[in-house]
């Protein structure tokens, strides 16, 4: 039966007052709604209610709420000590440990305390909810309302259908969460849900490029941030994640789905987390901490070198045109002639290949070919990719040439889909994926995932701005290169890409 959201009488209590516990009794009362707090363990309720009323005076003390909003919101919160004063809720929301069986034994006990219409909500981020239900004599009523920490500040809310969820519950769930001032998104029960489903992406592929040895993890974040728009590389992330955080929840989102090979993850985190090198919370992650800051390390000035002129690659026009453009204002010459001059820098312009297979399709001196990502632009950062032939001189020149107006340049080795094309490709392509399974609404898909990774913007709508043809040609030709299924397209993009609509165009 539908929930009263604005009525006086409603009251909701959290199970568990660990962190996010806490963060989403504070925005329920924060909503006008009575929350009751208990914990297992005693004294945390206790413990909890203390830190919540800490938190609401910083922001009265800050001027964000009034004294009165304070006082109200206090009074709203109620510590309880024993389950059985749990029976007056009307919705339970469950934030105990990650552990399928504790959780199971909770719903079952709940069930015998609260009344046949009460929802039971579980806050779980990697487990089943229809697993979670299944032990209940109503899982019916058992629905995923899974927040991200901290929960008031990010505000979306992932609403997840068990198998045999009511209707009317995710759909109370839904509203309640906009109630809290939250996104509030539906998705199927499937391993990450959406948001930490669609963040295979980033990572894992990023440390794919580390593994290769295409660059270092350094410059695989400058390029993310400074070329692509993210507001952290991948690397920092995860420091700042922790890899005892990050690592596992790969692992079980790649078993979870049997092994699909896009979402594989690295070696390379595995034997950091065995090691304890998590990050920022050890002091030493993929950077190095001195008083939680990471320790910055600074691109290489750029060489005096320039090239006598560049023979650039028509096989973009308009990448062509813009490159001729900027060569010129760098007083670099140009070299228009069909096939390059015996001196000439040849500049290559890959979608998804790399400069070697370019090199031997063009009958090019791999010596002296050097390739540049013009995918997103050429004003805030270039990326240079050199083959296993180009010689040092010929990748200085290129370097002091597209170094000369301050502009950062990053050297990286010979890499099908250089790093930004690549890693957004992968980040896109799940996106698809995700939409392809039915698992949320696009529109749901790119305002969760914005919101909940903080990317510059949605996977789909990503994927639009770059261009759906361009997306897929990219991933072609990966795949092709590498031969892993990994790459292969989604069908959602695919057949997008050939009629040329959007990504977010959803079927009749």
Known sequence: MPLQIDSPALCIAIVGTGAMGRGIAQIAAQAGIRVLLYDALPGAARTAHAGIIATLAKLAEKGKISAAALAETSARLEIISHQEQLAPAQVVVEAIVE?????????????????????????????????????????????????????????????????????????????????FGHLAVRAKDTPGFIVNHAGRGFVTEALRCLGEGVA??????????????????????MDLTGL?????????????????????????????????????????????????????????????????????????????????????????????????????????????????TLCQAGGLDARRCIAIDCLFGLERHRTLMSTPLTTTEMRDAAHGLFAADGVPVSLIRDSAGLIAQRIVACIVNIGCEIAQQRIAKPSDIDRAVQLGLGYPQGPLTLGDNLGPDKILAILTAMQDFYGDPRYRPSPWLKRRALLGVSLLTEEQ
Not at 107 to 116: D, P
Not at 295 to 305: E, G, N
Request: with cysteine; aromatic share 8%; net charge negative.
């Open 99 to 179: 552990n399928l069986d504790v959780k199971r034994q909770l719903f079952k006990q709940l069930e015998e305390i609260v009344a046949a219409d009460c929802i039971l909500a579980t806050n779980t981020s990697s487990l089943s909810i229809t697993a979670v239900a299944a032990s209940c004599k109503h899982p019916e009523r058992v629905c995923g309302f899974h927040f991200f920490n901290p929960v008031p500040l990010m505000k979306i809310v992932e609403v997840v259908d068990g198998l045999l969820t009511a209707p009317w519950v995710s759909e109370a769930l839904l509203a309640l969460g906009q109630h």
């Open 244 to 356: 005892d955080v990050s690592q596992p929840v790969m692992e079980s989102i790649y078993h979870q789905y049997y092994e699909e090979p896009r979402y594989r993850p690295s070696p390379l985190a595995a034997q950091r987390l065995v090691g304890g090198v998590l990050g920022r919370k050890t002091g030493r992650g993929f950077y190095t901490y001195v008083e939680q800051q990471a320790q910055s390390i600074a691109l290489p000035p750029a060489p005096a070198q320039r090239p006598d002129q560049v023979w650039i690659s028509p096989a973009h026009p308009a990448w062509h045109k813009a490159l001729t453009e900027l060569v010129q204002r760098l007083g670099g010459k140009i070299d228009h002639n069909p096939r390059p001059a015996p001196d000439a820098l040849c500049v290559l312009t890959p979608l998804g290949t790399d400069a070697t």
């Open 216 to 237: 270092e993890f350094h410059d695989i974040d400058r390029i993310m941030r400074d070329a692509a728009g993210f507001r952290m590389g991948p690397f920092e992330l």
